[in-house]
């Protein structure tokens, strides 16, 4: 049983707690993470089931095309990614993409665009997903070279992109290419690109420690309608941040969720496990595991919900959610990886719950801007700050 006292913090209102109860009875009865293998078919089966039961509605924002809310609501999201995460990270990753994928549509679509893509996400009809990164651009964005060139009444994409999620099974990705406004991150744009246009194709599936959908893709001659176009020329850079702002946020809530499974697992273990006339739970050594786990599961959480907290009250977190990310995903590995202690031999086994763990925690501490990513935006508005502060 995991601790649920959190939820009385005073960052949530009661439809938190309601919509967390409700998600956990949920989950328990219709999550299951044992996929036999086909990833694919699971992610499809996890974004289907989660559109039919409604949860799907938090992931984009606008009640007129599908969302619960006008406006993504951060807490909704981040406890329903830390309650997915703690029953299976396939169910939270097929829930996160969604957001993701589409955040962009939500926050800059036209009302054309969130009508067409929206409504189909949150129903769990349509698959999203957030294609950024290229094979010499994850951490710097503004080097992108995926090109957008105006032709007509189209734009014709060209180039690459990869470490997409969903790449290979999505029905539209979200494209950000340099259309040339201006150097750098100001000459960038964000497209919404069918996955049948012609010219876009899936160069690689990429195979992963945790496995997920996850692809390469290459854009030849990819026609697309100006239409396709989210906000205006030159924005993409932005759009993608302020995409980033949201979303970051809840993969600090998944590796909170990822933590707290680990430490009930390690709890499991420690009070059962008999050694030397004793249980493991009986030693002072294994009890400064414990403290130390349980306070790192409550410092990341008190993070990501201030975080989230913040954002709903229409405030900037771009420092507040990059704090909430770095701590929560380095401190669910170090979490994670003292329950594998304390489960031993087991703990190595292989689809052992606390060895899944081990290998679904390590790629959030890279996707969504790297550790090293945040570290560098926390100092630089802590600097910023303090420069202004120093003018005054
Ligand atoms: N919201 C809105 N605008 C933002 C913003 C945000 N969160 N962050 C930056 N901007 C704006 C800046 O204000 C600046 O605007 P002006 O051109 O008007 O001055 C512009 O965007 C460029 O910002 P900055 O100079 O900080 O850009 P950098 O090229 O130095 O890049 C980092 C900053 C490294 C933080 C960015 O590239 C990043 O987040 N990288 C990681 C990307 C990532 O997460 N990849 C994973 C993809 S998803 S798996």
Redo the contacts with the bound molecule.
């Keep these: 049983m995991s601790d649920k006292s959190y939820l009385d913090w005073p960052f949530f209102d009661d439809r938190h707690r309601q919509l967390q109860a409700d998600l956990e009875r949920w989950a328990s009865d219709n999550i299951t993470d044992d996929h036999h293998g086909d990833t694919d078919a699971a992610c499809r089966d996890f974004v289907a089931r989660l559109g039919a039961a409604g949860w799907l509605r938090y992931a984009v924002g606008g009640t007129s095309c599908g969302g619960q809310y006008d406006v993504i609501d951060t807490r909704a999201i981040c406890l329903l990614r830390e309650t997915l995460a703690r029953h299976s990270g396939l169910a939270d990753f097929a829930f996160a993409m969604q957001g993701?994928g589409s955040g962009a549509i939500t926050l800059h679509g036209t009302p054309q665009q969130k009508q067409r893509y929206l409504k189909k996400v949150a129903a769990g009809a349509s698959i999203a997903a957030?294609a950024?990164?290229e094979p010499n651009s994850?951490?710097?964005?503004?080097?992108m070279s995926c090109a957008a060139r105006r032709d007509g009444n189209d734009y014709v994409l060209d180039g690459e992109k990869t470490?997409i999620?969903n790449g290979g099974i999505a029905n539209f990705y979200v494209v950000f290419a340099r259309t040339g406004e201006a150097p750098?991150?100001?000459g960038l744009s964000a497209f919404i690109v069918d996955a049948t246009t012609p010219g876009l194709e899936i160069a690689e599936r990429i195979k992963v420690i945790a496995p997920h959908p996850l692809a390469r893709l290459r854009f030849t001659e990819c026609r697309i309608p100006a239409g396709s176009m989210i906000g205006m020329p030159g924005q993409g850079?932005?759009i993608?941040?302020?995409t980033?702002?949201i979303f970051?946020t809840s993969v600090a809530a998944a590796a909170l969720g990822f933590a707290r499974h680990a430490l009930d697992e390690a709890l499991r273990r420690a009070t059962t496990r008999p050694m030397f006339n004793q249980k493991l739970a009986d030693f002072q050594i294994t009890q400064t595991k414990l403290a130390q786990m349980a306070t790192g599961v409550d410092i990341s959480a008190l993070l990501t919900y201030r975080a989230a907290w913040q954002r709903d009250q229409g405030q900037?977190v771009?420092r507040e959610a990059a704090m909430a990310k770095m701590t929560a995903t380095e401190t669910a590995q170090q979490v994670i990886d003292a329950a594998v202690q304390i489960w031993g031999g087991l703990g190595v086994v292989s689809e052992h719950p606390v060895e899944r763990l081990y290998r679904e925690i390590r790629a959030l501490r890279i996707?969504?801007?790297?550790t090293e990513?945040q570290q560098?935006?926390i100092a630089?508005q802590t600097l910023s700050a303090y420069e202004q502060e120093v003018r005054k």
């Design positions: 993701l957030f950024l990164s994850g951490s710097d964005v503004a080097a470490w999620s750098g991150s100001r850079f932005k993608a941040m302020q980033l702002d970051r900037t771009t996707y969504e801007g790297a990513v560098l935006i630089r």
